[in-house]
Structures are given as structure tokens and as C-alpha cells.
């Protein structure tokens, strides 16, 4: 049975189409024609404003305040001025210290481990891991962590998505890096840009910025927006993550947004499970940082491995003996 239609997953507030576009908006009014409702870039400082004006006319404008607690970006629907963080409203999405949204609706937390891969979403024909990357802090029993790249297995084939190591943040440059079966994407860097392989005319990935932000898109199977965002000198200040210059690494990582069309209802992955019909959240909901253990069954031994305790790719339910595992063609992605 297939768990959430497309209307369902990306439904919440103000439309499907507006709301898997909005990530990757840069400030101003996003695409689709909605000039009433725009994305405000923090771009490290708190309390970004922005004036807030009816292209209507029928209502006086005024100013709007990102929250606080919103990291890079706030969505902001005028002219009443209403605020929302993108990482809060809509399920499927991972933003910063890994932060998840369920299909259930509810945030958690998955920190996972550094330089590690674990599984995301793990289902017959489609299977997901993300790389980890982090920083110790002596302080903690844990390591901050977060989403360096994806690894995505569909068919019999393979796409890479990531944020490349930089030194120095420059927003003008790309520091994405993509890969479809172990051949570079190059996409030109221009809104609008599109590649698609003949191999697999279903996949495309679009830039929605010049650099940095794209979609990628599996026809019938899933919608992915990825931004590469950087640990910026106030990130690590205001969550102490200890990040300096000497470090020589800002630690670009994505913030994603995952829209899912056909899932089955065996999924599974720390996000995937959250879309099965006999999900049961037992996670404390009110506390502060909600957190999903049990990383050892979601861990894989590499980023395109689908060898995690909970993985369904291709059939597979046993990975001790490998039964049950069936072959995916590439016949519903042509």
C-alpha cells in the first residue's frame, strides 16, 4: 500500500508546487508567480527584517522579523506578516544538526555519527543513505553532526549529491557535487539549468539559484531540494560548536527537503519509517531536542551500501542470507 500521496506531502499551508520550490528560493518572491509570499536569507544575522508590501494594494504593508530559532532562511506570507521556518512546517525535511521533520509532523533529531553513512529511507525500489560529517566537542558525549552528501540507489543505478569541502565560504561559488553513476554532473550555472541522463530520462536535477541549490527529481518516485549552507562564525558561536578559521573547513553540508510519491508502506530509515501507516512516534515530542536512537540499525558500511539492519532495497528484509532480494529494472524510470 503506498503511504502519503504527492498532494499529502507537500501540502501544508500555502500549496504543493510553492512549498517544494521555497528552499531553494533566494530572498525575494518565489517562483510560481506568488509575489504575496517570499523567503527571507539570514545569512548569519538574527532577527533578519524584511518589509512586507500587498502588490494588491489593499492592505498597508509592514516589517517581518525572522524567528530566532529559524537557521538560514524564514518564509514570510504577506502582507500579514505571518513568519514561518522552513525547517518546521512540511514533512520529509533535514536542516542543520540533523533535524528531521516526519510524515507524522512531529521534529526529531538523528545525530548519528561522524564520517559515518546511515540509512535514510529504504524501500523496494528506491534506497537512500546520507554521509555524516561533525565535530567533537570534548564537552559531549557526542559528535555535532551533519548531512555532508547523499547516496541514492534507484534501479540499477546511483547519484551522488554533496556539499565539496571548502576552507573559505563564497556564497558566488557552487560547492555542490553531483555524480550519476560515477560520471560528474556539470550543470551551467544559471537559473533554470537543467541535466538529465539518457540512461534515465525520469532523473533531472535543476539549479533554482546560480549556485549551490538544486532540484533533483526522480519522476513518480521523489523530489529532493538540496542547498549547500556553510557553519558560519555565528553558527558555532550561538550552538557552540567550536568551529574556528584555523579549522580550515566551514563544514558545508545540506539542508534538504524530501517529497516522496510512492512509497510502500514497508519503508523504512530513520525518515522513511515516519511514512508507514503503523508508525508508532515514542519519541518525547515536548522536549526541547527530541532525539531517535538506534543508530546501529540504520548504519551502512558506505554511502551507496544497502546493508543496513532495516534495509528493503530490492525485496530485502534478510541481510544475513540476502532472501528475498529481486531485481529492479529500469523499465518505470524510462
Known amino acids: ?121 529504504s524501500d523496494a525500489g528506491l534506497h537512500i543513505n546520507a554521509h555524516f560529517i561533525g565535530k567533537r566537542n570534548p564537552a559531549m558525549s557526542r559528535d555535532f553532526t551533519w548531512i555532508q552528501a547523499l547516496g541514492i540507489r534507484f534501479a540499477h543505478h546511483h547519484l551522488y549529491v554533496g556539499a565539496a569541502k571548502t576552507a573559505r565560504w563564497d556564497a558566488a561559488a557552487d560547492h555542490l557535487s553531483i555524480a550519476f553513476d560515477d560520471d560528474a554532473v556539470a550543470l551551467p550555472a544559471a537559473v533554470g539549468a537543467r541535466w538529465s541522463p539518457p540512461a534515465a530520462p525520469g532523473l533531472s536535477v535543476t539549479r533554482t539559484a546560480q549556485a549551490n541549490t538544486v532540484v533533483v527529481e526522480l519522476r513518480g518516485v521523489f523530489r529532493i531540494m538540496a542547498n549547500v549552507v556553510p557553519i558560519t562564525a555565528e553558527d558555532s558561536r550561538v550552538h557552540n560548536y567550536g568551529v574556528t578559521e584555523e579549522d580550515g573547513d566551514t563544514l558545508a553540508h545540506l539542508d534538504l527537503g524530501f517529497k516522496f510519491y510512492d512509497l510502500t508502506d514497508d519503508v523504512h530509515g530513520v525518515l522513511g519509517q515516519t511514512y508507514r501507516t503503523d508508525y508508532v512516534n515514542t519519541l518525547n515530542v515536548t522536549a526541547k531536542m527530541p532525539v531517535m536512537g538506534g543508530a546501529d540499525s540504520f548504519v551502512s558500511s558506505g ?13 530485502r528484509r534478510d541481510t544475513s542470507t540476502g532472501a528475498g532480494i529481486s531485481m529492479v529494472t529500469d523499465a518505470k524510470y524510462l
Open 1 to 121: 500500500m503506498a503511504r502519503w500521496s504527492s498532494v499529502v506531502a507537500c501540502a501544508v499551508l500555502v500549496g504543493a508546487s510553492l512549498l517544494c520550490s521555497m528552499m531553494a528560493a533566494a530572498q525575494g518572491p518565489l517562483p510560481g508567480g506568488n509575489s504575496n509570499v517570499h523567503v527571507i536569507t539570514i545569512d548569519g544575522k538574527r532577527n533578519s527584517k524584511f518589509t512586507c508590501v500587498d502588490d494588491k494594494k489593499k492592505r498597508p504593508g509592514c516589517t517581518a522579523t525572522c524567528p530566532n530559532r529559524c537557521p538560514k532562511k524564514c518564509l514570510v506570507l504577506c502582507p500579514t506578516c505571518k513568519t514561518f521556518c522552513l525547517c518546521d512546517f512540511y514533512p520529509g525535511v533535514s536542516c542543520g544538526d540533523p533535524r528531521f521533520t516526519g510524515a507524522d509532523g512531529n521534529n526529531f533529531y538523528f545525530h548519528g555519527k561522524k564520517d559515518q553513512d546511515f540509512c535514510i529511507v
Open 303 to 315: 554511502l551507496f551500501e544497502t546493508d543496513c539492519a532495516v534495509a528493503r532495497f530490492g525485496g
